[in-house]
């Protein structure tokens, strides 16, 4: 089993900048086997979307809509993701979802955390 705990997120003007951190936690060899950890979005009456995506050899994937203007980092020693956000727009207002996915051996799990709000206002 993996818990991802979040931080960050919170209220900002358009053009402004956040941050928004996860931690990874639990078995060892549950995290050991993270292959990749993210940040998805969903905002209300959408479906949930890829913000962007890290993986453990540190290959990045982005939305379009986020290329750009936000970062994503991770630190495989202390099993972190980070995004840095900047440039916000209204449209960023979501709950950030972080996530994480492992394989082990034939198997593969997906993993979430609680979510944390964006908010920026126009």
């Known amino acids: 089993q993996v818990q991802l705990v979040e931080s960050g997120g919170g209220l900002v003007q358009a053009g402004g900048s956040l941050s928004v951190s996860c931690a990874a936690s639990g078995h060892t060899f549950s995290i050991n086997a993270i292959n990749a950890m993210g940040w998805y979005r969903q905002a209300p009456g959408k479906r949930r979307e890829l913000v962007a995506d890290i993986t453990s050899s540190g290959s990045t994937n982005y939305a379009d809509s986020v290329k750009g203007r936000f970062t994503i980092s991770g630190d495989n020693a202390k099993n972190t993701v980070n995004l840095q956000m900047n440039s916000l727009k209204p449209e960023d207002t979501a709950v950030y979802y972080c996530?994480?996915?492992?394989?082990?051996?034939?198997?593969?799990?997906?993993?979430w955390g609680q979510g944390t709000q964006v908010t920026v206002s126009s």
């Open positions: 996530h994480a996915h492992n394989r082990i051996g034939r198997y593969e799990y997906d993993y």
